[in-house]
């Protein structure tokens, strides 16, 4: 069972708005440690695609945006595009662990 | 453009040691501003964090594998490696290798590689 808690599955037709919640904790995500996303699609490695909470590396879409709030935190997909069905993972640190965490995955279906 | 590789044995034998390789090109390993890190996917389940390393040497292990896991470094190879002991079924996943940042996002990674342990 992973620390930070996200929804199984999530779905959405293209250019409808989608958001993946990310649940944690006093000693994680509510001490103040950021969050990331991480986008995988089928058969690649884990793409990150928002860093410290709400910030976009280069190339990343403005579609995609990040938001956290106390033991919480969103990712949020608008305009949703067929190429987006991946599995999405929230991450941060735990210091009760002394160590990095991961959500449980969410799998993105566009109808 | 910083790129990693993952390298090792795809097949390991329950009770054994599973030993990888990441090779890191495009960029240095000696900075003070990254990490270099271990994450799996098991199969039918979530990304679980292994263990993180910096170049001098220094290591963070994830508390459910420390007893198992082992992290080092050659910076002269631009590589660092994984050895996991006293493997089960239940360590069959793709593995990556990803550096990894103060904050602790993971950035670049590897493409992985799956290990099946199995006799």
Redesign the interface.
């Known amino acids: 069972q992973?620390v930070l808690t996200q929804p199984p599955s999530v779905s959405g037709a293209p250019g409808q708005r989608v958001t993946i919640s990310c649940a944690g904790s006093s000693s994680n995500i509510g001490a103040g440690?950021?969050v990331?996303w991480?986008q995988q699609l089928p058969g690649?490695?884990?793409?990150?695609l928002i860093?410290?909470n709400n910030n976009r590396?280069s190339g990343v879409p403005d579609r995609f945006s990040g938001s956290k709030s106390g033991t919480s935190a969103s990712l949020a997909i608008s305009g949703l595009h067929t190429e987006d069905e991946a599995d999405y993972?929230c991450?941060?640190?735990d210091s009760s662990?002394?160590?990095?965490?991961?959500?449980?995955?969410t799998k993105l279906t566009v109808l | 453009q910083l790129q990693l590789q993952e390298s090792g044995p795809g097949l390991v034998k329950p009770s054994e040691t599973l030993s990888l390789t990441c090779t890191v090109s495009g960029g240095s390993m000696n900075s003070n501003a990254y990490y270099w890190?271990w994450?799996r996917l098991p199969p039918g389940?979530?990304?679980?964090?292994i263990?993180?390393l910096f170049y001098t040497g220094g290591t963070?292990?994830?508390?459910s594998l420390r007893s198992r896991v082992t992290i080092s470094v050659d910076t002269s190879k631009r590589q660092f490696s994984l050895k996991l002991s006293s493997v089960t079924a239940a360590d069959t996943a793709v593995y990556?290798c990803a550096r990894?940042t103060v904050?602790?996002?993971?950035?670049?990674?590897?493409?992985?590689t799956l290990v099946t342990v199995s006799s």
């Open positions: 992973s440690y950021d990331h991480y690649t490695a884990p793409k990150l860093y410290d590396p993972y991450q941060s640190y662990l002394s160590g990095s965490i991961f959500g449980g995955g | 890190g994450i389940k979530g990304l679980e964090w263990g993180t963070h292990y994830n508390p990556y990894s904050t602790s996002y993971f950035d670049p990674w590897g493409q992985g």
